[in-house]
């Protein structure tokens, strides 16, 4: 590879002086560039097509062949670009219209079948209210009248979107956009002003916190790396997002992967790395491709590469795909992974940050905790400090989910209240149906009933309730969920991921998925004991969850029994019902079902009899038929079947 | 060893695990699958056993050992989508494919697997087949998938 100065492209050689007049002494000659590059000065409308992962469901390719049907029939002139998705999942697809002088208009639920009234309007400077969302302000121009702010959104207020800000607003496949919305500016800053211990003591004095899970100091992580002696050490940006139902790393990858690569930057500067690898999973395509853009597009403004800008600090970026392992979320089973081994968990100490990829000292960070180190180092760590709660600095990240109104990604200062979170930021319960319970963390994390609605997003605040801040996944229970069937689902995931190393978890996790199977299916024969034992099963889930967390070398194997052990704390009384009444209050637990036909309202056409595969209804044409109970597997076919809604579940 | 695993492996230097990974997902992307006959190759290659070879690869999600039906639909497993009514329309696809999961329909037709989240929990249930996504899909919705995917002249 050759030296950053020959590889800078011509064209922006001005974005490299700009980055190094780290004075603002000649600020005056590039903000006229800049300004056009925020698109603050347009010379003509600018149309915006927030596309992220979820582009592919709305199918936004439609909609943007319409919208250049429109601009040729029309004849009217127009920039079309791509953008990430604000979190704001539950109003995609999302365009954003913004006409020169004016703040940007965003509309909401776009239809292929609209987009030329909807331009017909915007673009003749007339509002059409039906899709309008709200508007974003622009430096510069006016508003449009009568419409509320993004900011003014119920879903945006008492939100802190530090990560999340430019997500949905600029283009992820341009780094000049990135450029001018500030970035870069601290890299180029500290890599020339301070040497790496400072960075790490900067870092530690913000108090950010890896937000991963495990909730370790990035700063003390850090020195240990730096004061490793060795002749190569490693950053890895750990992006292996495989909890079911999170997803806040793809959006900020997807949104904004600039802000990520310029987290590593600072991260492998500050530990003296010269190599950084990004593990990110092989589904998300979208994210791969603008991650691997954004690399090389800084590579080629000489911002990576040996030598950077002639600061002696060198740095080279390779994204892996991974191939997909939950267990691989955690450090260890990463790095094997990474060497190409089976992704098993290693033993603890030594920790990466002194033994970890080839035996080198490797820092492992998350995608989030790395996209922080960018704002720390551009606004300083007292700012940083002044966000959030004692302990628990910065904001976090939430992916919402299940049974809300508003499902998406909402970023948090810390000591938001969680009732916060589901009742304002994502408007309550969806058809407004009772809150059962929150599902926090993913698999390895636990149910909290309403009440306890009131924590704080804190680490603290969270331990003492028992789970962790985790992933950030989040999801709402109502009504229609059955509690044991939700433990059964983290179980079988937990099952099926175990990496099979330690037995208490590989045996232990099989043990637990069998258990709670019994509880959601019929037994063959109600002969014996069978209900005494399925208890005796339950009783003895404790004990055994208790040795699974002793016992496991790793975070799965010690968290997998939490779902299960906090429904059954919390939602006994569900539990009981199954096991005793054999009956499962949301009817989701299918087998449990047994159906009854009301006589009433039964014709006797023989429609369900004929179509019920395990013959367990009887009756004779024109008389109502029965359903034999002990033939019924509960499939609910008869109900689906019959015309007369005569079949109702018992 | 035919010219395109020998094409793929000549990439990569010899002698060095670290590559597998990568080595098997290019042999993946080219083939759709892992045939059997590779791994004694890809072990010379980069001086492992072929067992371990072997056990690497059956370790990760993103690997198969057979070939995929030429229409392949992918359920999503998250959370959100189990939620909302992902087991039922997984015995929905059994039975109108009358396949399981994992498995190849007779013709050569039709193949569906559980994957990991797909990460679209704002409209779940989800599907995807061959880059297309459905959102909020019942098991009405699904019939008519189906018998859609089916229609396309260029599959059949």
Known sequence: MSTTSTTRAGKDEWLVGYLLDTTGQHSDQYAERLRILRNEKLDKPLITLLSGSCSQVHKVEDIETAIQHYLEDNQRDARLIRTACNGLCAFGPQMGIQLPGKYTLLLQKVDTGDVFDILDAALNYNADPEHILCQIPVRGAEPWPGIQLFSQLPMIQGQKRILMEWNGIINPEQIDAYIAHGGYRSFIKTIFNYPAARVCDLIEESGLRGRGGGGFPTGRKWKIALNAAADQKYLVCNADESDPGAYMDRELIEGNPHQVVEGIALAAYAIGASKAYIYLRHEYTLAIHRLETAVQQAKSLGLLGSNILDSGVSLNIQVVHSPGAFVCGEETALLNSMEGRRGMPRTKPPYPATRGLQGKPTVVNNVETLANITHIMAHGPRWFMDIGTGNSKGTKLFSLAGRVKYQGMVEVAMGTSLRDIVYRMAGGVKDDSNLKALHLGGPSGILLTPDELNTAVDYEDLKSLGAGMGSGGMIVLDEHACLVDTARFYMSFMQAESCGKCIPCREGSRRMLDILHSLTHRPANEAGHETLERFKGVMQLESLAQVMKDTSLCGLGQNAPNPLLSALTKFRDEFEEHIFDRKCRANVCRELRVFYIDVEKCTGCTLCARKCPYDAIIGSPQYPHFVVEEKCTGCGICQAVCKFSAVFIR | ?156
């Open chain 2, 1 to 156: 060893m035919d010219q395109e695993l020998s094409q793929i492996l000549e990439r990569y230097a010899q002698g060095n695990p670290d590559t597998l990974i990568s080595i098997l997902q290019e042999v993946q992307r080219h083939y759709g699958y892992l045939p059997e006959g590779i791994f004694s190759h890809i072990a010379r290659h980069v001086g492992m056993a072929p067992s371990r070879v072997y056990g690497v690869a059956t370790f990760y999600d993103q690997f198969r050992f057979e070939p995929a039906g030429r229409i392949h639909i992918r359920l999503c497993a998250g959370t959100s989508c189990h939620l909302e009514g992902m087991p039922s329309l997984t015995r929905e696809l059994e039975r109108l494919l009358n396949i399981k999961e994992g498995q190849v329909s007779r013709d050569g037709m039709f193949s569906f697997e559980k994957v990991q989240c797909l990460g679209v929990c704002g409209h779940a249930p989800v599907l995807e087949s061959g880059g297309r996504y459905w959102e909020g899909v019942t098991p009405e919705k699904l019939r008519e998938i189906i018998q859609e995917l089916k229609s396309r002249p260029s599959l059949v």
